[in-house]
């Protein structure tokens, strides 16, 4: 129900925008995550079915986070990029019920395949 796309391989300091389209339902808060080998899966950034949104201190004033809500679509628009940015990109989902952003990864039931992300020093 989650389809991530729009990774790749780019140097440091370029920019990327991944997509992840949402079908069979719509979804009020919706989110990014990431995951870096041997590491945990850390939230990137959330945003609400009224387009608040919600950072990682991370990638604050780096990434930006929208929707489009007739396309059933969200969008995370990466810039700056930094070796360390490197990582698999999963799109998130609550229940489409639950109006509240989170940061917490057990809270979002509805996951996407993932899709890469390198940045090359």
């Known amino acids: 129900q989650l389809q991530a796309s729009g990774g790749g391989l780019v140097h440091a300091g370029e920019s990327l925008r991944l997509s992840c389209a949402a079908s069979g339902r719509t979804f009020n808060v919706m989110a990014w995550f990431r995951q870096a080998p041997g590491k945990e899966r850390e939230f990137v950034a959330a945003?609400?079915?009224?387009?608040?949104?919600k950072y990682a201190d991370s990638v604050k004033g780096r990434y930006t986070i929208t929707r489009d809500i007739d396309k059933d679509t969200m969008y995370l628009q990466m810039n700056s990029l930094k070796p360390e940015d490197t990582a698999v990109y999963y799109c998130?989902?609550?229940?489409?019920?639950?109006?509240?952003?989170?940061?917490?990864?057990?809270?979002?039931?509805?996951w996407g395949q993932g899709t890469q992300v390198t940045v090359s020093s």
């Open positions: 998130a989902a609550r229940a489409p019920s639950i109006t509240v952003m989170t940061d917490t990864k057990r809270a979002y039931a509805y």
């Open positions: 945003i609400s079915g009224s387009s608040s949104t």
